[in-house]
């Protein structure tokens, strides 16, 4: 009994902590504006079965592909097992599901069992990977101090809870072996019933100790694993899947227009003679300065991030030296919600730090780096788009501050004044091709 309430506490503990970060992170990426992404369910939920659940570009290194689909799959379907753990701790039973499986449930928990085994060598590998091998989108600046410490955190802490899964299987069995009363009978699992054999001499009273510790010490780290998710890049295990389903449809090299901008322009192209209409409607604003200019696709995007690096491993800009890294980028603008998250439960206005993200997140040289050639949209695994940011912040500085390099203004100016990029007027566009 004295489990069971302290279970039902710390259970009850667990999830409002959760539920309390989760209305945090859906507040903040509410705070952007409206965005599409209702049109075509059916190639929706395709992507979404492709790229999130199938993890569909991961594949082009099949290797770290397959190691990260253990991990995957074991977040996925051991985590079933945690299911029946908490039913257990709730009504003070023991391995409840066992007699509504009969035969199957051996199986089922042998077969968990496997794949805990592949989720430690993939844990292990990766690792080493991070931390030993000198891979360069692990090892760039972007990714130092927190955000390097995060992938080591997570991996431990996986190794740590198949480690549980695995004693409390073991001892589990052998007191089963031993005949202790509130041990159901379950038969061996495919891989704790090996390991019982070295523990099966030991005295039950030692085996309950151990037993129990790795019980609650396994739901404790799920638990604490829960709660840390919301702090981490890990978020994307659940964030994947509406990223993936709310992605853009449109071609890559496709950029949304503004229908203000080509008003605009059509005023600029009219006919000669024809007098420009007034307009009634209000002064649009161009671009986007802080996070409430963005959509909540962008922001759902930043909290979406694996920071894999593979955006910036493709960026051309990046592997030549320059400030731009479309890791950053997104990191930065998951920053500046956390920041405006932070303002709006103390009361205050969302910029009432007087901090935006363009120019105190995210800086006018790393915009202009971006050649807008689409590599970190196409090699992102989660259908996130860093570009479509850049693009709008860029949008801002030029069209609502005139912040433009040199070059960039007198092609502006050319075009508004001849309606071409070149300084001769737009009759004379041919006269190079006459001879």
Known sequence: MIQQILFILVTALAVTLFVRKVRFIRRNILLGSRDSGRDHPGLRWKNTLLLALGQKKMFRNPLVAVLHLFIYAGFLIINLEILEIILDGLTGS?????????????????????????VLVACVVFLIRRNLLRIRRFRSGDLQGWPRSDANYILITEIALMCFFLTLN?????????????YRQTGAFWVSGLLSRWVAHWPSTRLIVWERSAWWLHILGIFAFLNYLPFSKHLHILLAF??????????????????????????????????????????????????????????????????????????PATQTGK?????????????????????????????????????????EEELRACTTCNACVQECPVSISPLDIILQLRRYLVM????????????????????????????????????
Request: charged content about 20%; hydrophobic content about 35%.
């Open 323 to 363: 400030q731009l890294s479309p890791r950053k980028i997104m990191m930065d603008t998951r920053d500046r919600m956390e920041a405006v998250g932070r303002n709006l439960d103390r009361g205050k206005n969302a910029g009432a730090d007087g901090k935006f993200l363009l120019g105190d997140y995210i800086s």
């Open 94 to 118: 023991h391995r409840m599901f066992a007699p509504l499986l009969g035969r199957l449930y051996p199986v089922l928990i042998g077969c968990f069992e496997v794949l805990a085994v592949l």
């Open 242 to 315: 509406p990223n993936a389903y709310y992605g853009r449809l449109v071609p890559p090299g496709q950029m949304d227009n503004m229908p203000e901008v080509a008003q605009e322009v059509s005023l600029i192209f009219q006919q000669q003679g024809q007098e420009p209409q007034a307009s009634t409607s209000p002064q649009p604003k161009f671009g986007a300065r802080d996070i409430g200019d963005l959509s909540w696709k962008n922001l759902l995007d930043a909290y979406s991030c694996t920071e894999c690096g593979r955006c910036s491993a493709a960026c």
């Open 400 to 435: 609502e501050e005139s912040r433009a390099p040199q070059e960039w203004q007198m092609m502006f100016n050319n075009i508004e004044n001849n309606q071409a990029p070149w300084k001769f007027p737009a009759s004379g566009r041919a006269d190079w091709a006459k001879s």
């Open 170 to 182: 073991t001892t589990d069995h052998a007191l089963q072996l031993q005949g202790v009363a509130h």
